[in-house]
C-alpha cells in the first residue's frame, strides 16, 4: 500500500513539475536565441507581466485559450520590439533598456489589470494525448498536460535544430560571435537581432499568458513573481543550450514546487523561507557556474550585450 502510495505522490509531483516548468521553459528559450544574435534583454519579467494580463483578458473576452495565449505571445513581441528600436538602432545600454522595460511592464501590467483583480477563469480540462494519458501510474502525469506544455517541449526541440543544423540557424549564431564578421558577409546584422529579439519577447509572452490562463486561471498584480529573472539565469546555466533549458527550466520547476510539497508531509519550516527556495537556487547555481570564467567563456556569444552599428 504504501508503494502505491509513493507512486501515486511520484506521479502528481512529475505532473505539476511538467506544468510549474513550462513557463521557465517558454521564456528560457525565447531568451537563449534573443543571447545567440548577441543581444542581452533584462526586461523578461516586464514582457511576461505585459502577456499575463493581455492573455487574461482576451481569455475572459473570447474563453479561447488558443487566443489568450496567441494575444499574450503578440504583447511580448510587441514589447520586445520597443526594447529592440532601443538597444538595437539607438544603440542603448541593452541592460538599461531591459530593466526599464522590466519596470514599465510591472507598472503597465498593474494599472491595465486592476479591473481583472477579482475576476478567475474556469480551469480548462486537461485532454493530453489519447491512450498515452490512460496509461496507469505516469500515464496521466506525462501525457494528461495542457497542449502548451507539449508545444514548449516542440519548441526546445525547434530551436536545437535550428541553431545547429540551419543555415539560418548558423547565421544567427554568426550574428552572436562577430557581427562585424557576419557584415562583412553581408548578413543585416541588425534586422537578424531584431527578429531574435522580438521572437524571445513572444516566447516570454506565451509564458506569461500561460501563467494567467492556464497555471493559475486568474489575474494577480506582480504574478509572475521573478519568474523572468530565473529564465535569464536559465541561459547560462544551460550554457547557451536548448537542450539543458529543458532540463534546467523543470529543475526550477521542481524546486518552486517542494516548498509545497514540505508544507503538505509536515515538514516544520517557515514559509518565507520555503518562498526563498527557488531565488536561492537560482543564486547559487550562478554562484557555481561563476567559479569557472574560462568554461562560461568558451560557451557564451563572444559579442553577447555588445551593439553593432554598420560603418563602425
Known sequence: MNEINNLALLSTLIAATLSAGTPLLLAGLGLLVNERAGVVNLGAEGMMLLAAVAGFALALATGSDVLALAGGALAGALAALLFGVFAIYLNTNQYATGLALSLLGGGL????????????????????????SDLPWFGPALFRQHWAVYLALLLALLIGVFLQRSRAGLALRAVGESPESAHALGLPVRRVRLAAV????????????????????????GMVAGRGWIALALTPFATWRASRVVIGAYLFGGVTL???????IGVEISSALLSMLPYLATILVLALISRNPVWIQRNMPASLGRPFTPGQ
Open 109 to 132: 501590467s498593474a494599472f491595465v489589470g486592476i479591473d481583472y483583480v477579482s475576476r478567475n477563469l474556469p480551469r480548462l480540462p486537461l485532454t493530453g494525448i489519447p491512450w498515452l
Open 258 to 264: 517542494l516548498q509545497f510539497h514540505l508544507q503538505s
Open 198 to 221: 522580438c521572437f524571445g519577447g513572444a516566447c516570454c509572452g506565451l509564458a506569461g499568458a500561460y501563467l494567467s490562463v492556464i497555471y493559475t486561471p486568474m489575474w494577480v498584480e
